[in-house]
């Protein structure tokens, strides 16, 4: 079956940064688009950023913009989140997420907290 597994959370103080590492199987993660999304307490989930499927298109929320950067590895089937000059408003569970053919996927969450 299908699993993404993030990892690389923390907490940080503002201005650090963090890398979040989010790991698939059960599809051909090469095929796909991949995102990353963030839930802040009390907030609607939001989406953080996009990588196509080769890696090559990229997209990020305008409140992330210049300071996180999404990539990916398909020969390691792993997707990534580079954090940088990060604020306490950043503070939020971050998903890995897939939509293939055949329905979403949703990774368990890893917590970020930027806080001094």
């Known amino acids: 079956q299908v699993q993404l597994v993030e990892s690389g959370g923390g907490l940080v103080q503002p201005g650090g940064s963090l890398r979040l590492s989010c790991a698939a199987s059960?599809?051909?993660?090469?095929?796909?688009?991949m995102r990353w999304y963030r839930q802040a307490p009390g907030k609607e989930r939001e989406l953080v950023a996009t990588?196509?499927?080769?890696?090559?298109?990229?997209d990020y929320a305008d409140s992330v913009k210049g300071r996180f950067t999404i990539s990916r590895d398909n020969a390691k089937n792993t997707v990534y989140l580079q954090m940088n000059s990060l604020k306490p408003e950043d503070t939020a569970v971050y998903y890995c997420?897939?939509?293939?053919?055949?329905?979403?996927?949703w990774g368990q969450g890893t917590q970020v907290t930027v806080s001094s």
């Open positions: 990588i196509g499927s080769a890696g090559g298109s990229k």
């Open positions: 059960g599809f051909t993660f090469s095929s796909y688009p």
């Open positions: 997420y897939v939509l293939r053919n055949r329905g979403a996927n």
